[in-house]
């Protein structure tokens, strides 16, 4: 980031590179469409380059910084158009059995759904924290909560979750 604050190209092109497809997955699971995922992350990068000086690593790491500009931008997005649900594009593991793929596929599709459907602020701290990885301290710092904030989301994002896929669970 220091290079890239002194106007290094080549540092950027790099950051880009290893940073773009983890944000175009935050943004797909966050659920903007794919036709305006590559815009959203342009735009990120874009507020990297422009505000590369305002950059602090004491604030988290860059994936944390990036993250946080996307995450951003996903909300303003979701909240100005409507959407369609993330698990329509997802890959489906290959099984020799029809019945037991169509199956599989009607899950993720509910599962889906009941993702969809949670608060937005609960639904990006499980995308965040299970789909992305980052960890609990680092997803707290992309949403600007508190790690026990962030604790309490994912306890209610999960309890949600149990109790509108509960049918899903005992079959």
């Known amino acids: 980031m220091e290079r890239v604050t002194e106007g290094n190209h080549d540092a950027f092109s790099q950051?880009?590179?290893?940073?773009?497809?983890?944000?175009?997955?935050?943004?797909?699971?966050?659920?903007?469409?794919?036709?305006?995922?590559?815009?959203?992350?342009?735009?990120?990068?874009?507020?990297?380059?422009?505000?590369?000086?305002?950059?602090?690593?004491?604030?988290?790491?860059?994936?944390?910084?990036?993250?946080?500009?996307?995450?951003?931008?996903?909300?303003?997005?979701?909240?100005?158009?409507?959407?369609?649900?993330?698990?329509?594009?997802?890959?489906s593991m290959p099984t020799p059995d029809l019945e037991s793929m169509l199956f599989r596929q009607e899950q993720a599709e509910q599962i889906a759904r009941a993702v969809e459907e949670l608060p937005m602020r609960q639904k990006t701290a499980l995308v965040l924290c299970y789909y992305e990885g980052f960890s609990n301290a680092e997803a707290a710092e992309i949403l600007e909560i508190s790690v026990s904030a962030l604790e309490a989301l994912l306890v209610r994002a999960r309890r949600t979750l149990r109790e509108r896929l509960a049918p899903l669970i005992r079959t």
């Not at 815009?39 to 690593?57: D, H, K």
């Not at 004491?58 to 931008?73: E, H, M, P, Y």
Request: hydrophobic share 40%; proline share 6%; aromatic share 10%.
């Open 15 to 91: 950051l880009v590179r290893r940073h773009t497809p983890r944000m175009y997955t935050i943004a797909r699971r966050l659920g903007v469409m794919p036709t305006e995922t590559e815009e959203i992350v342009q735009e990120a990068f874009l507020r990297v380059w422009v505000n590369a000086a305002t950059w602090s690593p004491q604030k988290g790491g860059f994936a944390v910084w990036l993250g946080r500009i996307v995450v951003n931008l996903c909300i303003d997005r979701l909240r100005r158009d409507r959407y369609e649900p993330w698990g329509d594009d997802e890959p």
